[in-house]
């Protein structure tokens, strides 16, 4: 089963990769097969485990103010800033659609 | 023509009240220099983590409890991906799949046909609360083709409250929301006060015949107001049952509401159908919650949340307050909802009834007849009121001894509004308002008046 270009398209939009070339589309692919694996596992009745973590405590953090004013550190990532703002475009840039 | 049934549901999010953000520990604060309230996990620098709030929490669960929803003990964060330049991470923190409380609901009352006097109560169902961050704020440099972005607001702890399309007109909008907010303001879970951002509201509207399917529904954003929310519904399904009359299609869209132009218009940015490829925030375990029954033994306190314990310490809810109002002071039902209503208004109420011996069902109405009035026409809160509680319980005092008439007390209180440090009875002297008692005085003007008239 092949990856449409619509698939593709649609995958590029969502996570900014680039699949580049036939190779990378190939490769995408034999990645899809790989984890078609785990459909050959029976899991009814199984409740599914989305997280490691699962058993582990999730800590509670008391409500004080202890992070923050560090404007300066901030916005030394930023290449372009105006008065203490990042600086972003207008809006979204859209992705082109893909030719093929 | 067939008549339409509109369909309104509401996608409410309300800031919680809290020192520090959801998952981090910077300060939440409305107006503060930008980017001064931005720790490093919210500007999402590689190697920070999530680390959940406990007020957090605790302002979900009474929320919850306040809307009767079932509480989850286990509720799970995922992650909600979209770009936007106000979302640094390319996700939100959200619970999609188990949110903290589902399957609630929400009793408002209406007026019918704008009299005070006949009250219905409605019903609306909450089909659920989850805890979300909020993202930053984008402020559009149209000029200089740009945005720029403060990012004070990111993280933020959000309470998403969905209420189930059980509204049909803007008034019920309006409504509902305007008792969601005063239940809010009363837990303390969210300030909620919408012009600062702290309450804002998604409405999701679409028409259709009876007997037939629901219509497409769309959603409608930027409504700044309750007043407008009300309006913005309303215009909403207007222009869907003309545009279907008209032989057109609704379109499932995102919608503006112009506030200035008093009707909706699609929102440009919005990308077809997002796809926002939910998945299980793989840094945060399970939310675990205990009740009296399931509390473990040997527990730290802090590290754990107790749904009974917080549901013994919530506060008298605005319906339980107006009840008490109606029984304890015999007021009518519609006096209790103007009363709580307006802030302070019910307590001023009560302060006065304690300091004067006018009955309670007399001195509502100066509350709301005269001090109400005033206050609405110098556009002033009940706090910063020139007449306090004490000088009108003295001015009713005087009413209530037969000391001045009823007219006379009106216009000691129009004094008492100029806030010139003047008590009632120093007015009522000055403007010699007092009632003549004496039987003798009385005579002697009488026949004075009588003696004029036979002299002409």
């Known amino acids: 089963q092949k990856v449409s270009v619509e698939v593709l398209d649609h995958l590029e939009h969502l996570a900014l990769v680039d699949f580049r070339d036939s190779e990378g589309v190939e490769r995408l692919q034999k990645a899809i097969e790989f984890a078609d694996q785990l459909h050959e596992v029976n899991t009814d009745g199984v409740e599914p485990m989305d997280s490691v973590l699962e058993d582990r405590c999730l800590y509670l953090r008391e409500d004080d103010v202890t992070e923050g004013n560090c404007t300066k550190e901030l916005l030394e990532n930023a290449r372009e800033k105006v008065e203490e703002y990042f600086v972003a475009p207008p809006g979204n840039i859209p992705l082109p659609k893909l030719e093929e | 023509l067939a008549p339409w049934i509109p369909v309104v549901g509401l996608e409410i999010h309300a ?10 520990g910077s300060q939440v604060q409305f107006a503060a220099p930008p980017n001064s309230l931005v720790s490093f996990f919210d500007a999402s620098l590689p190697g920070t983590l999530p680390v959940l709030n406990r007020r957090c929490v605790e302002a979900a669960v009474m929320t919850g409890l306040a809307l009767n929803c079932s509480i989850n003990k286990k509720s799970l964060f995922d992650r909600k991906h979209y770009f936007y330049a106000d979302l640094p991470a390319g996700y939100q923190i959200t619970q999609q799949r188990v949110p903290i409380a589902v399957n609630g609901s929400l009793s408002y009352s209406l007026c019918i046909d704008n009299k005070m006097s006949q009250m219905v109560t409605k019903t609306v169902r909450i089909k659920q609360i989850q805890l979300e961050q909020d993202s930053g704020k984008s402020l559009h ?52 006060v919408m012009a600062e951002g702290q309450l804002r509201v998604d409405a999701n509207v679409s028409v259709h015949h009876p007997g037939e399917p629901y219509g497409v529904r769309t959603e409608v954003k930027n409504i700044n107001s309750i007043r407008f929310l009300a309006k913005a519904v309303d215009y909403e ?54 009740d009296a029954k399931s509390l473990p033994a040997n527990i730290n ?156």
């Open chain 2, 141 to 192: 440099d149209d000029t200089r083709c740009q945005t720029l972005v403060d990012l004070n607001r990111a993280g933020v702890g959000l309470m998403e409250v969905v209420m189930e399309p059980d509204m049909c007109c803007g008034e019920e909008a309006a409504a509902a929301v305007r008792e969601l907010q005063l239940i809010l303001q009363t837990l303390g879970s969210s300030q909620a």
């Open chain 2, 301 to 456: 306190h802090q590290q754990v949340i107790n749904i009974d314990w917080i549901h013994e310490r919530l506060p008298d809810l605005p319906s339980v307050k107006r009840e008490k109002l109606v029984e304890q002071y015999g007021i009518l039902p519609e006096h209790s909802f103007t009363l709580l209503n307006e802030d302070g208004l019910a307590e001023f109420f009560e302060s006065v009834v304690k300091q004067t011996q006018m009955k309670p069902k007399k001195v509502i109405g100066w509350i709301l007849n005269d001090l109400l009035s005033y206050l609405k026409q110098h556009s002033l809160t009940v706090k910063e009121s020139p007449v306090t509680s004490f000088l009108l319980a003295d001015l009713l005092n005087l009413l209530e001894k037969k000391e001045i008439s009823s007219t006379a007390a009106k216009r000691v209180f129009a004094e008492l509004w100029k806030g010139e440090g003047k008590t009632p009875l120093e007015i009522v002297k000055e403007q010699k308002l007092e009632l003549l008692q004496d039987q003798k005085e009385l005579e002697q003007i009488c026949q004075a008046v009588i003696d004029g008239q036979e002299n002409e």
């Open chain 2, 237 to 290: 399904i207007q222009r869907q049952i003309e545009e279907l009359e008209n032989g057109g299609t609704i379109l499932n869209e995102t919608r503006a509401f112009d506030s200035r132009l008093g009707c909706t218009v699609p929102m440009r940015d919005k990308e077809g159908k997002q796809d926002y490829r939910f998945m299980p925030e793989p840094n945060l375990p399970p939310l675990i919650l205990y």
């Open chain 2, 15 to 24: 800031q919680i009240s809290s020192n520090s953000k959801l998952f981090s």
